[in-house]
């Protein structure tokens, strides 16, 4: 169901040049707080690695599992919700529980929901996902008490960042959640990364290719979607934790179907089955949204010829313009 | 005023509208799935595009029957638009391309909308006899709310002929069903696929000429809708025409009713509703829908 | 593998350029405009970006340098507006921020201000939450849900048509309408006005068919309802109640102004909605009669309540950056405490005790225009005129 241009095995192959480039980047963003003072790109730039981690948690489940999710960001709003209950409600200054609660806590929505939908495949999943992150949006959204409704969670403290009694500063600064994030997505990423690359990847994407090959070697089909699910939502979380400490809010909108095709369309844009495609595509769409949407009140209709464009014209995504680049130059 | 028969059949009749409104856009969504295997994003911002060309053409002072039939046409030939100029090309591409397509479509004609007709709400003017109530079965009925019924039903039995008794019906079936063999047949796909979605576009344009003058037409009324004809649609079964029928009352009578009974928690139940059916019947209640 | 090279490379370049873009010292006096031009209430934001774009033109400059103004659309959503704001301040360097619709979207913006550091002054935000919120946060527009409670009892209990009825409370369902309706039962039951359902009715923001809603207050047999919808909804609802044939029978309270041009595309069906609010165009008063023109002449759209409070509150912000001497945030929130402006409703101060507007209000019931020269149908007439103590809060 879809078309990949990742090549397994590719990517265990030793490269100093692509090694240079990731250092290269990552220094880059973690200087970049201390080069700027601008903290409106330090806020964009929090807010797109966010969303790199989702869209990479989705392109976990998309790309390599075969697997489509109408409404992934369903999972990050939970995970906020979570850890915004938690701290607002049990300890406002424990921030490493909070976001373990977190995680856990939307783990075990996701466990019995992956339960069900992974007896079904395609589309049948896909719309699976769409009933129920439906179905935990509109209860977040009329459950006022707990959740704020429409209003969204409100009087988040913001704790302090500490590691083993090491104190890091106060999550109420952006440089400092900047950082933070970076570090978290960074080894995210990695993890990830490695994961998807040991057998279980293979596994994963050997189901992707054909359900019923997979099967007949011996692989328990089911479990393995689970397990991709579980991982998916779990990427998912933590992106949630990770944007409740950025906001400092977290509302229903955050979770609606429109948001979840954004998601999609991050993960589009950057390339399935690329990890790295799925951060490209995010940092695009955020940009590009944000541009479009200062430069004019019916920054709707560009936004739509953009996404419109790009789909007929970039259908493999950002990671793939390389290939493209290399078929031109041959023709 | 208050007896608790006439609040029967006033909710009785609201569900049948409110379930009616919802067919009709479901319908359309289907014909174009069941065809071309489309999930078309754009389907609610053609509802809402619907109800402004109904509004416009009322306000220029064209008769209201003659906008009910012009305006399904003019929304077709905009569905004919977009299937040439940006469908056609992803015809080969995965389902997933097509639907961030159709998603950045709505993007558009949404923005299109409030670009041309402003953000504040409008209301469709009906004709005199329209306006008022009716006395049916010992409650007060407004007229117009009572021929929206008769109006989808027309549509329905349309559409069920236009299925069932013409070439190009009996042509749609098959192609539902075994594409292949169709075009086996000499008959050219493609024009099939343009003929569904510009049928499927007539569809929420005339459900968006119907509603308009119930409710409002607004810039979100698309948005909204999009969602309840895709709950319908999946409850119903991808594809599945009487899937769409079956499903459509049940969402129509659920929503009335809760929001009558149980106020507080209308949609939650709706949607809590949809987890649950599709949980235990993944394809739908009457589920027809393959994929890819 | 080039390819990795070239993208990291132009990333790096990105990030320099970002960077170096400099915020210059004399430049304009930069204001930062949040509004809803997209969502349920973009025609209010419309209305409300166009008072504020009519107060920086009559201002002209402060402290002899231009005014600037910067608009973002809010979507009505919290989580954007946050984002807005940050870019206004951060990016285009405003210093300050003002407009703002929806309680959602101001309490998720003031729980914020600590981090963004400028004054905000909110026109739109109506919920009571905002009294003294914060030392950088202020409202001087539309009032608040308190202010309209009280308004809106005192003109029942004024009417015996009115005081002898049953109300039905319906409120949109969110931290506006919630406050809204329980503001106003408390205050009826003080007065011994009769609530029908005290556990009010709370319908969603998205909720276009009242068919279910309207049956319930059929059920209900009351002849009167009271509503806390956002403005633009109110003359769908107007509309709905009437195809059902309830206009006249059930009478319409309002907690807030519905938006003029809704009024006039809901025609008859809107007559007889009754509710306070700031301001009407029916006002006659020389300063009143002297604004609306103006504003129809620059806009040639019908003058809202929306359009004339964002107009003071712009003119309040501009004149306290005036008086502050300077565009320091402390500064201006100090210079925005108590201070008052003269506009088409009568003098507006900002309690120095609760950074809230203290302002006179009118009633008004909607029904046929008079002969006017914006050739609206529809007109909020005004019934009766509040003073600023009556509608209080005490300071």
Redesign the interface.
């Known amino acids: 169901m879809n078309s990949t241009t990742s090549i397994p095995g590719i990517s265990k192959r030793f490269y100093p040049l692509k090694i240079f480039a990731v250092i290269l980047i990552l220094c880059s963003l973690a200087l970049f707080p201390f080069i700027s003072d601008n903290r409106f790109y330090i806020s964009l730039i929090t807010e797109m690695m966010i969303y790199g981690l989702l869209a990479m948690s989705l392109d976990v489940l998309l790309g390599y599992t075969g697997l489509l999710s109408f409404m992934h960001n369903t999972y990050m709003g939970i995970c906020a919700y979570a850890v915004g209950l938690f701290l607002i409600h049990i300890s406002p200054t424990s921030l490493w529980l909070a976001c373990f609660a977190g995680v856990v806590f939307t783990s075990l929505v996701a466990l019995p929901v992956g339960w069900v939908q992974v007896r079904t495949g395609g589309l049948a999943f896909a719309l699976l996902t769409l009933a129920f992150g439906m179905m935990f949006y509109t209860i977040v959204w009329k459950w006022y008490a707990v959740t704020g409704g429409d209003d969204g969670l409100m009087g988040m403290p913001n704790p302090d960042i500490t590691l083993f009694g090491w104190h890091l500063g106060s999550s109420s600064d952006p440089v400092n959640i900047y950082l933070f994030t970076l570090t978290v997505v960074t080894i995210c990423f990695f993890l990830t990364r490695r994961i998807i690359n040991s057998p279980f990847g293979a596994v994963l994407e050997a189901i992707r290719e054909n359900e019923d090959r997979a099967s007949f070697v011996g692989i328990n089909v089911r479990r393995y979607k689970l397990l991709g699910w579980m991982l998916a939502c779990i990427l998912a979380s933590i992106a949630g934790a990770l944007f409740i400490l950025y906001k400092g809010y977290i509302g229903p909108s955050t979770m609606s179907a429109f948001a979840g095709a954004g998601v999609l369309m991050m993960v589009l844009l950057g390339g399935m089955g690329s990890l790295w495609g799925a951060f490209a595509g995010a940092f695009i769409f955020i940009y590009i949204q944000d541009y479009i949407s200062t430069m004019t009140e019916h920054w709707e209709i560009f936004l739509g010829l953009f996404v419109i464009f790009l789909v007929l014209f970039l259908p493999t995504g950002f990671a793939g313009l390389g290939d493209y680049f290399k078929r031109f130059r041959k023709a | 005023m208050s007896g608790t028969f006439s609040i029967a059949i006033d909710l009785l009749l609201n569900s049948l509208v409110l379930s009616g409104v919802f067919l009709i856009v479901a319908m359309g969504l289907n014909i174009i799935y069941g065809l071309s295997r489309i999930m078309n994003m754009s389907h609610g911002a053609l509802y809402a595009v619907g109800a402004y060309i109904g509004y416009s053409l009322v306000a220029t002072g064209v008769n209201y029957f003659a906008a009910l039939i012009i305006t399904p046409i003019l929304v077709g030939i905009i569905g004919l638009l977009i299937e040439r100029t940006i469908i056609l090309p992803m015809r080969k591409r995965s389902m997933v391309y097509t639907l961030i397509l159709t998603y950045g479509l709505m993007f558009f004609l949404d923005g299109m909308i409030k670009h041309i007709w402003g953000n504040r709400p409008r209301f469709i003017e009906l004709p005199e006899f329209m306006q008022g109530m009716i006395s049916i079965l010992g409650t007060q009925y407004p007229v117009y709310r009572l021929m929206t019924l008769f109006m989808i039903a027309a549509i329905m039995i349309a559409l069920m002929l236009l299925l069932s008794k013409t070439k190009a019906g009996i042509i749609m079936r098959a192609a539902s069903t075994i594409p292949e063999m169709v075009s086996c047949m000499g008959i050219n796909m493609s024009y099939v696929h343009m003929g569904a979605f510009m049928l499927g576009c007539a569809m929420a344009g005339a459900a968006g000429i119907i509603a308009g003058p119930l409710t409002t037409i607004d810039p979100l009324m698309g948005g909204e809708m999009l969602i309840s004809s895709f709950v319908v649609v999946v409850i119903g079964g991808l594809g599945s025409l009487r899937g769409a029928v079956i499903a459509a009352i049940l969402i129509g009578f659920v929503q009335t009713f809760t929001e009558f009974f149980i106020t507080d928690l209308a949609m939650v139940i709706v949607f809590i509703m949809m987890a649950v059916i599709l949980a235990f019947m993944p394809r739908g209640l009457l589920g027809e829908g393959k994929f890819e | 593998?080039k390819?990795?090279?070239t993208?990291?490379?132009s990333?790096?370049m990105a990030?320099?350029l970002?960077?170096s873009?400099q915020v210059f010292a004399k430049d304009p006096v930069k204001i930062g405009v949040l509004v809803p031009?997209?969502?349920?209430v973009?025609?209010g934001g419309?209305e409300m970006k166009m008072g504020i774009e009519m107060a920086a033109e009559e201002k002209g400059t402060i402290l002899g340098r231009d005014i600037k103004l910067y608009?973002?659309?809010t979507q009505v959503?919290?989580?954007?507006a946050?984002?807005k704001a940050?870019?206004l301040?951060?990016?285009d360097g405003c210093k300050a921020l003002i407009g703002v619709f929806s309680?959602?979207v101001g309490?998720?913006l003031a729980?914020?201000i600590?981090?963004l550091k400028v004054p905000f002054l909110s026109t739109h935000v109506m919920t009571t939450e905002f009294y003294g919120i914060h030392p950088l946060v202020f409202r001087s527009g539309q009032l608040a849900n308190d202010q309209t409670a009280v308004g809106n009892v005192k003109g029942i209990m004024a009417r015996p048509d009115l005081k002898e009825k049953t109300y039905y409370v319906l409120v949109h369902?969110?931290?506006w309408g919630?406050d809204a309706g329980q503001r106003f039962i408390d205050l009826a039951k003080e007065n011994g006005i009769k609530i029908y359902n005290e556990e009010y009715?709370?319908?969603?923001?998205?909720t276009?068919?009242?068919?279910?809603?309207i049956?319930?207050i059929?059920?209900?047999?009351v002849d009167g309802v009271y509503i806390a919808f956002i403005t633009?909804v109110i003359?769908?609802f107007a509309?709905?109640m009437s195809?059902?044939?309830l206009q006249g029978k059930v009478k319409t309270i309002s907690a807030a102004a519905p938006?003029p041009?809704?009024l006039e595309?809901?025609?008859e069906a809107c007559f007889g909605i009754f509710g306070a609010s700031d301001w009407s165009w029916d006002v006659d008063t020389p300063a009143s009669n002297k604004w609306e023109m103006a504003f129809w002449e620059k806009y040639k759209t019908i003058p809202s309540d929306a359009a004339a409070h964002s107009y003071v509150g712009a003119m309040n912000l501009f004149n306290a950056i005036e008086k502050a001497g300077s565009t320091d945030a402390q500064a201006i929130a100090q210079a925005l405490k108590g201070i008052s402006f003269d506009g088409p409703y009568g003098n507006v101060r900002i309690s120095a005790k609760d950074n809230c507007m203290r302002n006179s209000a009118v009633l008004t019931e909607t029904m046929a225009a008079p002969e006017n020269p914006f050739g609206a149908k529809v007109t909020m007439k005004v019934l009766h005129t509040f003073t600023a103590e009556e509608l209080g809060p005490p300071e």
């Open positions: 593998m390819k990795i090279v993208i990291s490379l990333l790096m990030f320099v970002m960077s873009q031009l997209t969502g349920i973009a025609q419309l608009v973002e659309d959503k919290p989580p954007i946050v984002s940050e870019k301040v951060y990016k309680s959602g309490l998720a729980s914020n600590d981090k369902d969110y931290a919630h009715d709370r319908a969603p923001i998205a276009k068919d009242w068919s279910s809603y049956s319930k059929k059920a209900s047999g633009n003359p769908v509309k709905q195809d059902f044939g938006g041009l809704e595309a809901g025609g």
